[in-house]
């Protein structure tokens, strides 16, 4: 037997319980997602696993239902604006930190950052207080910022990522030859970066759909978001009908982040082929 074979024979029994360990943990996070998919197509009233029977009643349900379309339409128009805020603001300073050189850029850098480590609690305390004088307090237009705040870091680590292999002479020669700032960052910069902002826009438009506790501190009884909605069907009764909604969600959030990866696929292959 060689060597190598000797060494890879020793170290089977640690990639195998490696591998087993890496099997529970995926199961873990995973099983407590799938298990809505059957619940959701339960023909009885009541939440029960294995169902007793199976129907389409309750997608029927959320379909029909006037409270479930109006929280969904509502999370996806407040989801729409925040990406395009978060979008505008995280491309912003992603070219800004990119190229500015300054004392202290790490922490600003950091600071930008922070909605993504910072406890929803903490945020969503501060964004009431800050909101109750301005009269946002309860507003689907309040919503959408704080959640534009929360997921601008998104967008800023995708474009940034993106600029990483941004070359600033191209900028420099459009602007030898004539173009303006605005025609250089249309013309040069956007179509380089264009992967990394669409990305950062889809990461974006997930976390302001699926976001609740910011927006439990501020909504109002009058803009339900279906986080909320679904919290609160949660807590006043436990029907297949929130199975029903759950999958949904799920079946769209996967959706949409599986275009983002394909989209930053796609640009880091493109990226490798121009090298």
Same mark, same amino acid.
Request: aromatic share 12%; glycine share 6%; charged share 10%.
């Given at each position: @037997?060689?060597?190598?074979?000797?060494?890879? $024979?020793? /170290?089977?029994?640690?990639?195998?319980?490696?591998?087993?360990?890496?099997?529970?943990?995926?199961?873990?996070?995973?099983?407590?997602?799938?298990? !809505?998919?059957?619940?959701?197509?339960?023909?009885?009233?009541?939440?029960?696993?294995?169902?007793?029977?199976?129907?389409?009643?309750?997608?029927?349900?959320?379909?029909?239902?006037?409270?479930?379309?109006?929280?969904?339409?509502?999370?996806?128009?407040?989801?729409?604006?925040?990406?395009?805020?978060?979008?505008?603001?995280?491309?912003?300073?992603?070219? #800004?930190? =990119?190229?500015?050189? %300054?004392?202290?850029?790490?922490? !600003?850098?950091?600071?930008?950052?922070?909605?993504?480590? !910072?406890? =929803?609690?903490?945020? $969503?305390?501060?964004?009431?207080?800050?909101?109750?004088?301005?009269?946002?307090?309860?507003?689907?237009?309040? *919503?959408?910022?704080?959640?534009?705040?929360?997921?601008?870091?998104?967008?800023?680590?995708?474009?940034?990522?993106?600029?990483? #292999? %941004?070359?600033?002479?191209?900028?420099? =020669?459009?602007?030898?030859? /004539?173009?303006?700032?605005?025609?250089?960052?249309?013309?040069?910069?956007?179509?380089?970066?264009?992967?990394?902002? @669409?990305?950062?826009?889809?990461?974006?438009? *997930?976390?302001?759909?699926?976001?609740?506790?910011?927006?439990?501190?501020?909504?109002?009884? #009058?803009?339900?978001?279906?986080?909320?909605?679904?919290?609160?069907?949660?807590?006043?009764?436990?029907?297949?009908?929130?199975?029903?909604?759950?999958?949904?969600?799920?079946?769209?959030?996967?959706?949409? %982040?599986?275009?983002?990866?394909?989209?930053?696929?796609?640009?880091?292959?493109?990226? #490798? /082929?121009?090298?």
């Amino acid at each position: @037997m060689s060597a190598r074979a000797l060494r890879l $024979s020793a /170290g089977l029994p640690a990639r195998v319980a490696l591998g087993a360990v890496a099997l529970l943990v995926a199961l873990f996070l995973v099983f407590p997602v799938v298990i !809505v998919i059957p619940l959701s197509f339960s023909g009885s009233e009541f939440l029960s696993f294995p169902p007793e029977s199976w129907s389409l009643r309750w997608y029927a349900d959320f379909f029909t239902t006037a409270r479930w379309l109006e929280s969904a339409w509502l999370s996806i128009w407040i989801a729409v604006v925040a990406a395009i805020l978060a979008t505008v603001l995280g491309t912003a300073a992603a070219l #800004g930190l =990119a190229r500015a050189k %300054f004392p202290g850029r790490a922490v !600003v850098t950091a600071f930008l950052l922070s909605p993504l480590v !910072v406890p =929803a609690i903490i945020v $969503s305390i501060g964004v009431y207080f800050f909101y109750a004088p301005l009269g946002l307090v309860g507003s689907p237009i309040g *919503i959408a910022i704080a959640h534009a705040t929360l997921a601008s870091p998104f967008v800023l680590v995708n474009v940034t990522a993106a600029l990483a #292999g %941004f070359d600033p002479r191209l900028e420099q =020669a459009a602007k030898n030859l /004539g173009a303006s700032g605005w025609s250089t960052f249309r013309l040069v910069t956007f179509p380089i970066i264009k992967p990394g902002v @669409m990305a950062g826009a889809v990461f974006a438009f *997930i976390a302001s759909f699926d976001e609740m506790i910011v927006a439990l501190f501020i909504t109002s009884p #009058g803009n339900v978001t279906l986080p909320i909605r679904m919290w609160e069907s949660m807590r006043n009764e436990i029907s297949p009908a929130i199975a029903a909604v759950s999958t949904l969600v799920i079946l769209l959030s996967v959706s949409l %982040f599986f275009v983002a990866a394909r989209i930053q696929a796609r640009a880091v292959a493109r990226s #490798g /082929g121009d090298r």
